[in-house]
């Protein structure tokens, strides 16, 4: 295939049923390969859609600069829009992000600004407090708002759900997907829960976000909130893109749970995605433990591991962090 843009790429990822790490005779799962993206993540698909928004309603004009708040997966999607379109960009990120992550910002040009991952969400030196104060002191500039912008959910609802109804045929009972901002598990899930009421939406949460207590029991507990390294899920404060309403249940899982299922999919299934996708498949197994009839599970990879081989696919890095191999 011959694209007329790079961009022309995002998109339409390969669905595939994994073969030996599943040990439930009664249930299908599939993971949905999010790296094939062309800045290896699923945040290609929301980052273009805010863009062209933007671009559409004069917000982004040419020659301007692109600010956001950033894991690191939504900033690689920036800074390589950003240098594809001719825009500026400057992402702020908190410094548990990976060296790779950082590292892969800077070669497509934007400036990277680190922050404390200890920040409190009313600190001004937290990760997203920061890119609205830059936002605010750059002339000619737009903040893409991941997690309060509901055109994150959007995307997904337009995009990611009717490729994986296309591609599943239908045939999906349950979708499972963590979340940050909540863009692919709310709109994924509302599309999928239009097209059959009757599809459950569970999402994995990590020991140390909120989202898990918020949804369990409606309390907000911020106190060591984000103290995890599993990168790019859970939260420290409420995004406007995460509707609850879509799910039907949540799993807390922790970042030995996360890495050692990441490297079991690379070392059993020969899929080297990141921690987020192992906990993805962690909290699809789990789930297809407790069911008796025949399912079909589908879940997300939502990025490379090639990401992170200075962290947890790192055996030396695992043992520092006093994680088990």
């Known amino acids: 295939m011959i694209a007329s843009s790079y961009l022309d790429n995002i998109g339409n990822t390969p669905l595939v049923k994994l073969q030996k790490i599943n040990p439930y005779r009664n249930v299908d799962i599939y993971v949905k390969l999010e790296f094939f993206n062309p800045s290896g993540s699923v945040k290609d698909r929301i980052v273009r859609h805010i863009i062209e928004d933007a671009e559409a309603n004069g917000l982004l004009e040419p020659g301007g600069t692109i600010v956001e708040n950033t894991s690191g997966n939504t900033g690689a999607a920036v800074a390589m829009m950003a240098a594809i379109k001719g825009y500026k960009s400057i992402l702020t990120m908190p410094d548990k992000v990976s060296l790779e992550k950082q590292n ?28 609205i ?32 109804w296309e591609q599943i045929k239908g045939r999906i009972t349950h979708f499972v997907a963590a979340g940050s901002t909540g863009g692919t598990i709310s709109g994924t899930g509302k599309y999928l829960k239009q097209q059959n009421p009757d599809i459950k939406i569970i999402m994995p949460d990590p020991v140390g976000s909120i989202y898990y207590d918020y949804f369990k029991t409606g309390d907000i507990i911020i106190e060591g909130a984000c103290t995890y390294h599993v990168e790019g899920v859970g939260e420290d404060h409420i995004a406007k893109a995460m509707d609850f309403s879509i799910v039907d249940d949540m799993y807390r899982f922790t970042d030995q749970d996360a890495f050692s299922m990441a490297r079991r999919l690379a070392n059993e299934e020969g899929i080297f995605g990141g921690g987020t996708g192992g906990a993805n498949v962690w909290g699809a197994l ?17 990025d490379s591991g090639v990401k ?18």
Request: proline residues 8%; hydrophobic residues 40%; negative net charge.
């Open 133 to 164: 104060r830059i936002a605010g002191e750059t002339p000619n500039s737009f903040r893409v708002d991941q997690y309060d912008n509901k055109l994150n959910p959007e995307a997904h609802y337009l995009t990611t759900g009717p490729e994986i």
């Open 286 to 302: 789990k789930l297809a433990a407790t069911l008796k009839q025949p399912a079909v599970i589908v879940t997300i990879i939502p």
């Open 308 to 325: 992170y081989l200075s962290k947890f696919y790192n055996d030396q890095w695992m043992v520092e962090n006093n994680f088990t191999l």
């Open 104 to 131: 892969a910002l800077k070669a497509f040009g934007a400036k990277i600004v680190v922050t404390p991952t200890s920040a409190l969400p009313d600190s001004p030196d937290h990760y997203v407090n920061t890119a």
